[in-house]
């Protein structure tokens, strides 16, 4: 090998000063020598200005790996994070306590559904209306009968064993 | 010692007990009953005119506690038939005042177009009469013959029973 051709090294050095005068930035070991000429050559070329396509990859770059500063919420207190949730669970637990107690109480029948008055009833009731002491005694008479079975329709509508 | 503790243990245990033992509500069933046998008694003790007994038992029944699981309209039919009934025994047994307090206890509970609330308009206006209210004896009975009227047209214009008492 002569004296004018370059070694490996040197040839694997002029590469890595090629590749850092094109990105900007050294990735591994260079000769310092060689990067302040590859420098000074650079900066006499262009006197140092960035082209616009490097600014925007600089840009770009820096974007991405930035840590920027988070926007300051608007939202409220940090306390209202936790409180709201919190507040929600109880309301809901609520609900359901209020529906357990309401299955748990019977709902009152409706009142509908008690037999008819028969019209020897009324036709009593008409007559006991101002009449005399023995037609009032009719009205309770036919009145046993009646409540008997309005008696029966409510102990089916409430069975043993039902609702306090 | 050891007799006195025992003793007092057992006491103890007793007192706690009891203390847990909460007194049991009726059920509607059974206030049901109860009012129901309350009519009963009546009834036997009217059938000897012992107005007496047939007060007491069917003021028994108006005092209980209703319980909550009764409908309110259900609720209002049972009373007002002991108030009716307890009226009737008080003016056959000459109370007519007493008769007119438990014809306006019972129309406290509530009215309606049917046969009860009919029941103690006309007690209350015989209440009434007997205490010489003539004009509001009449009062009482033109309203329990509006009810009537009523239940009566609902049974004959629409050729089937009425609906409810």
Same mark, same amino acid.
């Given at each position: 090998?002569?004296?004018?051709?370059?070694?490996?090294?040197?040839?694997?050095?002029?590469?890595?000063?090629?590749?850092?005068?094109?990105?900007?930035?050294?990735?591994?070991?260079?000769?310092?020598?060689?990067?302040?000429?590859?420098?000074?050559?650079?900066?006499?070329?262009?006197?140092?200005?960035?082209?616009?396509?490097?600014?925007?990859?600089?840009?770009?770059?820096?974007?991405?790996?930035?840590?920027?500063?988070?926007?300051?919420?608007?939202?409220?207190?940090?306390?209202?994070?936790?409180?709201?949730?919190?507040?929600?669970?109880?309301?809901?637990?609520?609900?359901?306590?209020?529906?357990?107690?309401?299955?748990?109480?019977?709902?009152?029948?409706?009142?509908?559904?008690?037999?008819?008055?028969?019209?020897?009833?009324?036709?009593?009731?008409?007559?006991?209306?101002?009449?005399?002491?023995?037609?009032?005694?009719?009205?309770?008479?036919?009145?046993?009968?009646?409540?008997?079975?309005?008696?029966?329709?409510?102990?089916?509508?409430?069975?043993?064993?039902?609702?306090? | 010692?050891?007799?006195?503790?025992?003793?007092?243990?057992?006491?103890?245990?007793?007192?706690?007990?009891?203390?847990?033992?909460?007194?049991?509500?009726?059920?509607?069933?059974?206030?049901?009953?109860?009012?129901?046998?309350?009519?009963?008694?009546?009834?036997?003790?009217?059938?000897?005119?012992?107005?007496?007994?047939?007060?007491?038992?069917?003021?028994?029944?108006?005092?209980?506690?209703?319980?909550? =699981?009764?409908?309110?309209?259900?609720?209002?039919?049972?009373?007002?038939?002991?108030?009716?009934?307890?009226?009737?025994?008080?003016?056959?047994?000459?109370? =007519?005042?007493?008769?007119?307090?438990?014809?306006?206890?019972?129309?406290?509970?509530?009215?309606?177009?049917?046969?009860?609330?009919?029941?103690?308009?006309?007690?209350?206006?015989?209440?009434?009469?007997?205490?010489?209210?003539?004009?509001? =004896?009449?009062?009482?009975?033109?309203?329990?013959?509006?009810?009537?009227? =009523?239940?009566?047209?609902?049974?004959?214009?629409?050729?089937?029973?009425?609906?409810?008492?």
């Amino acid at each position: 090998m002569s004296d004018d051709e370059p070694t490996e090294e040197e040839l694997r050095e002029a590469e890595a000063l090629v590749r850092a005068l094109e990105r900007g930035s050294a990735q591994e070991a260079l000769p310092e020598d060689a990067l302040e000429t590859a420098a000074l050559l650079a900066y006499s070329r262009d006197g140092g200005a960035l082209s616009d396509e490097r600014r925007a990859a600089i840009l770009d770059d820096l974007l991405a790996n930035a840590k920027l500063p988070q926007p300051k919420s608007t939202r409220g207190p940090s306390w209202l994070a936790w409180l709201l949730p919190a507040v929600g669970v109880a309301a809901a637990a609520g609900v359901a306590l209020l529906v357990v107690v309401t299955a748990e109480r019977a709902t009152p029948p409706a009142a509908a559904g008690l037999p008819a008055p028969p019209p020897a009833l009324l036709t009593a009731q008409a007559a006991a209306a101002g009449g005399t002491r023995r037609e009032a005694e009719v009205l309770g008479e036919r009145m046993q009968s009646y409540r008997g079975e309005v008696y029966a329709a409510l102990e089916a509508r409430y069975p043993r064993g039902g609702a306090r | 010692m050891t007799k006195r503790l025992a003793s007092l243990l057992v006491a103890l245990v007793a007192a706690v007990g009891c203390a847990r033992q909460e007194p049991s509500a009726p059920s509607a069933a059974e206030w049901i009953g109860q009012a129901r046998e309350a009519h009963a008694a009546a009834d036997r003790a009217v059938a000897r005119e012992d107005w007496s007994a047939a007060r007491d038992a069917l003021r028994r029944a108006w005092q209980r506690e209703v319980p909550a =699981a009764v409908g309110a309209d259900d609720r209002r039919v049972v009373r007002q038939d002991l108030a009716y009934r307890l009226a009737e025994v008080e003016l056959s047994a000459g109370a =007519a005042e007493d008769a007119l307090r438990w014809a306006e206890d019972g129309l406290r509970e509530g009215r309606a177009e049917d046969v009860f609330t009919g029941n103690l308009l006309v007690a209350r206006g015989r209440a009434r009469e007997a205490l010489g209210d003539d004009r509001r =004896a009449a009062q009482d009975y033109f309203e329990a013959l509006e009810i009537n009227e =009523a239940l009566l047209r609902r049974t004959f214009d629409e050729g089937a029973p009425p609906e409810g008492p």
